[in-house]
């Protein structure tokens, strides 16, 4: 007899899918890897002024995947043959000089002469914390909603002298995107303006009115780095002491060893509020070209940065490469605390760790 059907009952189910499919299995959610990226896409986008894919282009190059080391030094050599077509720039300064108020002006005046121009800004990161500020944006307003110019605040990760290691391949990369002038502004802590001079073709050294107690402290080396010294804030009651601080630095510069062959160090007066002098200083970076391309000196001194570029790379792949090891790293620990513990001399661990 069968059971009468009521609003209970449940029909037997098939022993298959509903729609009679067979099951597929799930598929996992895979985050898009940068490291599988088209480079020819990136390089095409860099070569056509993107600043999107410049900025890619840097992220990549700054990695510190292996991967990412790969491709960016791919990329860097599809786009090597649409570099070395700018004038590089090194800007520097006393605390207080200015220098972001000085290339905002300078920037602006320079795109709406028609120019392209990069801003390579070096932070400082933080010994404690390995952060950095990267503020070069903020006090750049104006020059960062440019689309003629491209700022790009990098910080120094540590590296000695406050120059972010990839600082001269994302110069290139700037060149492979049509910047032809690329500031880089230091953070003016000492050594990064040694470091600075060695990547650039001409390097600005600004500073304030009353060169007399300034030009005590202020160590001879710096100065003798500098093509020319640019007299900040000369506005307002500072324009006529501007002068004879100008004059007082052109005096000067007649005891020290010019930075550049071929050329004599100048010094001169300019206000970015004002906006007087800035072109006057453009006017003179031209003639610095000019003169030092004449001479021969622009090309040697680029093939100098290069090979010593060069050298430097090796020293950090070598260091790399030395610490990559863990049973290394922890070998260090252990003779480092002996030599604490006066077990061995600096020189005996030394030897043990090389052997």
């Not at 292996?66 to 006393?94: C, D, M, W, Y």
């Not at 502004?185 to 650039?200: A, D």
């Not at 206000?271 to 003639?287: A, C, H, L, N, Q």
């Not at 030092?292 to 790379?313: A, I, L, N, P």
């Amino acid at each position: 007899m069968s059971r009468k059907k009521n609003s209970r009952h449940v029909m037997e189910g098939v022993q298959a899918a509903h729609d009679g499919m067979k099951a597929l299995p799930r598929k996992k959610f895979k985050k898009p890897d940068d490291a599988t990226m088209d480079i020819q896409a990136i390089a095409d986008g860099v070569r056509s002024g993107s600043r999107l894919y410049l900025g890619k282009a840097i992220t990549l190059l700054e990695s510190s995947s292996a991967e990412h080391k790969k491709n960016g030094q791919e990329l860097l050599n599809q786009l090597l043959p649409f570099t070395g077509n700018s004038i590089r720039i090194g800007i520097t300064g006393v605390p207080g000089a200015g220098k972001s108020t000085f290339i905002e002006t300078f920037g602006e005046m320079l795109t709406g002469l028609g120019h392209r121009v990069a801003v390579l800004a070096i932070d400082p990161s933080s010994s404690l914390t390995g952060g950095s500020i990267l503020g070069d944006k903020t006090r750049m307003e104006q020059l960062a909603r440019n689309p003629k110019a491209f700022i790009r605040p990098s910080p120094t990760a540590g590296t000695l002298g406050g120059v972010h290691k990839k600082t001269r391949e994302t110069m290139l990369l700037c060149e492979a995107a049509g910047y032809d002038v690329i500031l880089v502004e230091t953070v003016g802590v000492g050594q990064s303006e040694t470091l600075v001079r060695g990547m650039v073709d001409m390097f600005l050294l600004l500073v304030l009115t009353g060169a007399g107690d300034e030009l005590q402290g202020m160590k001879k080396g710096i100065l003798e780095l500098a093509d020319a010294i640019i007299v900040h804030k000369a506005d307002g009651e500072n324009a006529q002491l501007a002068k004879k601080t100008v004059s007082e630095y052109k005096q000067m510069m007649h005891f020290l060893q010019p930075a550049t062959d071929s050329w004599k160090t100048r010094s001169l007066a300019a206000s970015s509020v004002e906006e007087t002098g800035i072109p006057e200083v453009w006017k003179m970076v031209k003639e610095f070209e000019d003169t030092v391309k004449v001479s021969g000196y622009w090309k040697k001194r680029r093939q100098e940065q290069t090979k010593d570029w060069f050298r430097s790379m090796i020293t950090d792949e070598l260091h790399s490469r030395f610490f990559d090891h863990a049973e290394r790293r922890q070998l260090v620990k252990t003779l480092e605390t002996q030599v604490l513990n006066d077990e061995l001399t600096v020189a005996q661990a030394i030897m043990r760790l090389f052997e």
